[in-house]
């Protein structure tokens, strides 16, 4: 990251850049195609934009003081719904590809080795499971994301103040 600060006038000149380099598999690259220049555009326009508003609270107020950012409660549920709806899709699919076997393996190693064989049942997927299991995920998600977002910005409006 680089961060030039150039005096024009009576104004300065913030030039904020990121260096990157592109990654090795071809799974990572594709990402990399369609989401890193519109990430890192987005990354640089909310780093300046908050930076501006820190500094111009500051020199308005003329005392420095912490500004805590207020968090948008029903967007970071939103964010964290979609996360884990998305993850639990992706989750079915590698078990999908991956069979029954496989399944237990990564069950097995994830919780530490328990035996997970007792509970294996037979069962071929199911459409309609997979999308009450990523809305049940969802609803948990936002509700965990949105609760989490009040608690933020409670406790952020106690520290302001003091």
């Not at 998305?86 to 919780?111: E, H, Q, R, V, W």
């Amino acid at each position: 990251m680089k961060l030039l600060l150039s005096q024009k006038n009576d104004n300065t000149i913030a030039e904020l850049s990121i260096m990157y380099e592109k990654p090795k598999g071809w799974f990572a690259r594709l990402i990399f195609f369609f989401v890193a220049d519109w990430y890192c555009n987005w990354c640089l326009k909310n780093m300046l934009g908050d930076t501006k508003k820190l500094l111009t609270n500051n020199n308005n107020n003329n005392n420095s003081k912490i500004t805590f950012m207020k968090l948008a409660s029903s967007k970071f549920g939103l964010a964290v719904g979609i996360a884990l709806s998305i993850s639990f899709l992706l989750c079915n699919i590698i078990l999908s590809i991956g069979g029954k076997d496989f399944s237990l393996d990564i069950a097995n190693t994830i919780f530490h080795n328990v035996d997970f064989k007792p509970l294996m049942v037979e069962s071929s997927f199911n459409f309609w499971k997979l999308i009450c299991g990523m809305l049940i995920l969802f609803l948990e998600g936002f509700f965990l994301g949105y609760v989490t977002g009040i608690i933020y910005n409670a406790l952020n409006k106690k520290q302001a103040t003091k």
